[in-house]
């Protein structure tokens, strides 16, 4: 049973900093593909990161670039993200997802997802 658990969501003032993490069981992780999501409340999901494998490679949302930064861990199971001078508009529940295809932005590629952790971000 595949199993992505978040932590680290919270409430922080803007220009704040917090560190989401996703622990992940019961998938071969380091062979997954693993990105971030958010969704804020009336809207669609939306991408904002993804890394491959190894680590390597690591694609961003225009929104996110420069300010989030993911990386994994796959001797712990687990994908990071590191989100700097925070917005009220990075508003949202932030969730993790896994595929094991492609280092893909679309939401609909991902078979395994997180429950979520919410960020709030006051002015």
């Known amino acids: 049973q595949v199993q992505l658990v978040e932590s680290g969501g919270g409430l922080v003032q803007a220009g704040g900093s917090l560190r989401l993490s996703c622990a992940a069981s019961?998938?071969?992780?380091?062979?997954?593909?693993m990105g971030w999501f958010r969704q804020a409340p009336g809207k669609e999901r939306e991408f904002l990161a993804v890394?491959?494998?190894?680590?390597?490679?690591?694609d961003y949302s225009d929104s996110v670039k420069g300010r989030f930064t993911i990386s994994r861990d796959n001797a712990k199971n687990t994908v990071y993200l590191q989100m700097n001078s925070l917005k009220p508009e990075d508003t949202a529940v932030y969730y993790c997802?896994?595929?094991?295809?492609?280092?893909?932005?679309?939401?609909?590629?991902?078979?395994?997802w997180g429950q979520g952790t919410q960020v709030t971000v006051s002015s």
């Open positions: 890394i491959s494998w190894t680590g390597g490679i690591k």
């Open positions: 019961g998938l071969t992780f380091s062979r997954h593909y």
């Open positions: 997802a896994a595929n094991p295809y492609s280092r893909g932005k679309d939401s609909r590629m991902y078979a395994y």
